[in-house]
């Protein structure tokens, strides 16, 4: 296998197995698993790998994918030619996107309607002529779109979140049909939100389904133009024509089209034929980390912190997930890992031992509310050490991010961590970083300072404390 050109390596590529990133430690490949779902004994070779091949330093990025880090040219073929030959990995050529939806991590199969699961954990390809789980076949926008509607239009089961549609089935559907459109940007995503407890309100889409009633979803293109309501059932054949729609228009002006929000408003109601809808109702934020009832069984939803953990430590949790018996593992956008199929006192007996380790097991966790990069040394672009700063200012900040500050910090304005704004901002730039408050990295700083100013300067009583109440970020102090 020969390595990847200069151009696949190039910076601000969507990297995944095929393509790595070149970082300032090395490549970073990225990992699709299928149907973003492992089993212990798949996360622990995985973890073996990243040891082997990389640098021992794995990260869950906040769409739910895998990253190695450290990964090597001479190392990268053998680890392309393990992943694709033990299957942990679901690969295509091309320059589309290799995952298009988002699910949530506790969502579950529907299981009204005689839909089968593959014998392999994490397999929900959609086949349309059978209405069962199976490979993808080519008439996928037709018949997966007609067989997702026998999945689509039972009852869903009492699954203890309240989705009221099998998001997951209507992901794989997505993702079937999404494959056979050519042209679709790398970085394209697509919410799939069952409507339930576990709301993704916070991570932003091309497209958005979101489920309002049993079975009955309304769809958002660049979370901006919401359409329906339609029955779940033709909710797959109605995203994927918005998608090749999409697709033939930027085909047009790939340069300047990149996502959906690139269109006018105009031409993205051009995109759907559906009425136009209201926004649904904005739910409460969901829970990130800690023990979830799901139906008759529990999951234990651990968090990596700013999501990176060493192989060792995922190595240690997959073991002792693998000793209690559970089937299966999903890959969380709260860039963390959600062990499901356990018992009550088996997800706590997990959430403990990832406790040991350090890890995120619950949700008032302030490090949950702090988005950081890589930084340096990591990162060759970085100008400052924004992980390593990042856990510093979440033990600091502790209490205001208790009280609900969003805090982002960046090794540079490439901003990777999180491109949207947060209520504090902050950018490397030569080892000190501007502070930007209610914006993003590439909004105005209202100072600029090293860590130690920062740590100061954010106590309750000093001027940046002080401009976060001012700016509504966070409450001041009661009269
Ligand atoms: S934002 Fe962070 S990870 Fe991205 S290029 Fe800059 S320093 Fe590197």
New binding site residues.
């Given amino acids: 296998m020969s390595a990847p050109s200069r151009d696949t390596l190039r910076?601000g590529w969507c990297p995944s197995t095929l393509k790595p990133m070149e970082?300032?430690d090395g490549w970073l490949v990225r990992l699709h698993p299928p149907g973003a779902c492992l089993t212990p004994a798949q996360l622990r070779r995985i973890a073996a790998l990243a040891a082997r091949h990389g640098n021992g330093l794995i990260e869950i990025s906040a769409r739910g994918n895998m990253q190695l880090r450290g990964v090597t040219a001479d190392s990268h073929p053998e680890l392309v030619a393990t992943l694709l030959a033990e299957r942990l990995v679901d690969e295509h050529e091309g320059d589309g996107p290799q995952r298009l939806t988002l699910v949530s991590p506790l969502a579950q199969l529907g299981c009204h309607s005689g839909a089968s699961r593959s014998e392999e954990p994490g397999i929900h390809e959609y086949d349309g002529a059978s209405g069962r789980a199976g490979p993808s076949g080519a008439s996928c926008i037709q018949d997966g779109v007609h067989g997702f509607r026998a999945q689509a239009c039972g009852l869903p089961r009492n699954d203890g979140l309240g989705d009221l549609i099998d998001a997951l089935a209507l992901a794989a559907a997505i993702e079937a049909c999404g494959r056979e459109i050519a042209g679709l940007p790398a970085k394209f995503a697509i919410v799939v939100d069952g409507g339930g407890e576990s709301s993704l309100d916070a991570f932003a889409g091309d497209l958005r389904i979101v489920a309002i009633a049993p079975a009955r979803v309304v769809i958002a293109l660049a979370d901006s133009l919401w359409f329906g309501p339609l029955p779940a059932s033709e909710a797959a054949a109605v995203v994927a024509q918005a998608m090749a729609r999409f697709a033939v228009r930027r085909a047009r002006a790939p340069d300047c089209i990149r996502r959906m929000g690139d269109l006018a408003a105009d031409e993205l109601a051009a995109l759907c034929d559906l009425p136009v809808a209201e926004a649904p109702v904005a739910r409460p934020e969901p829970r990130r980390a800690g023990l979830f009832a799901l139906g008759d069984s529990h999951a234990a939803l651990v968090g990596l912190p700013f999501g990176r953990a060493e192989a060792a430590m995922l190595d240690r949790l997959a073991q002792a997930a693998e000793r209690l018996g559970c089937p299966e593992i999903r890959l969380s956008p709260w860039r963390g890992l959600a062990f499901r199929g356990l018992s009550e006192g088996d997800a706590t007996t997990l959430l403990e031992r990832a406790a040991t380790d350090g890890l995120i097991t619950r949700d008032d966790d302030p490090r949950l509310s702090v988005q950081a990069?890589?930084?340096?040394p990591?990162?060759?672009?970085?100008?400052?050490p924004?992980m390593a700063d990042a856990a510093r200012l979440a033990q600091v900040l502790a209490p205001d991010l208790a009280a609900g500050l969003t805090l982002h910090v960046?090794?540079?304005?490439?901003?990777?961590?999180r491109p949207a704004a947060s209520d504090l901002t902050l950018v490397?730039e030569g080892g000190r970083y501007r502070v930007v408050i209610g914006g993003s990295?590439r909004d105005s700083a209202v100072a600029t300072l090293d860590l130690s100013a920062l740590l100061t300067r954010l106590q309750p009583g000093q001027d940046l404390h002080a401009r976060l109440i001012a700016a509504g970020r966070l409450s001041g102090p009661t009269k």
Avoid at 378 to 384: E, K, L
């Fill in positions: 910076r970082t300032g990069c890589a930084g340096a990591a990162c060759s672009r970085a100008q400052a924004a960046s090794g540079c304005v490439k901003s990777c961590a490397g990295a």
